[in-house]
């Protein structure tokens, strides 16, 4: 069976490379340098840029296990 023949498995493959973007675009965007929050906010976004990476990985894990 192909890969893509589950739909699941694509469309897991598809979110989780542009949760995987999205994360790493947050973390070398420095978008906190435009907060106003000082620190905490700083370390909130570096942590949900980190989250939204690992997310991402673990989508695409999943779907390259499942379709295995």
């Known amino acids: 069976m192909s890969p893509l023949q589950d739909r699941l498995t694509a469309v897991g493959t ?3 490379l542009f949760v995987l973007v999205v994360g790493l675009g947050t973390l070398l ?5 435009y907060a106003a929050g000082g620190a905490p906010i700083t ?4 942590v949900g840029g980190l989250a ?5 990985l673990a989508l695409l ?6 379709s295995a």
């Open 14 to 16: 598809i979110v989780g």
């Open 29 to 33: 965007g420095q978008p906190w340098q």
């Open 43 to 46: 370390l909130l976004q570096i």
């Open 61 to 66: 894990t999943i779907g390259r296990w499942k």
């Open 52 to 56: 939204a990476v690992g997310i991402g």
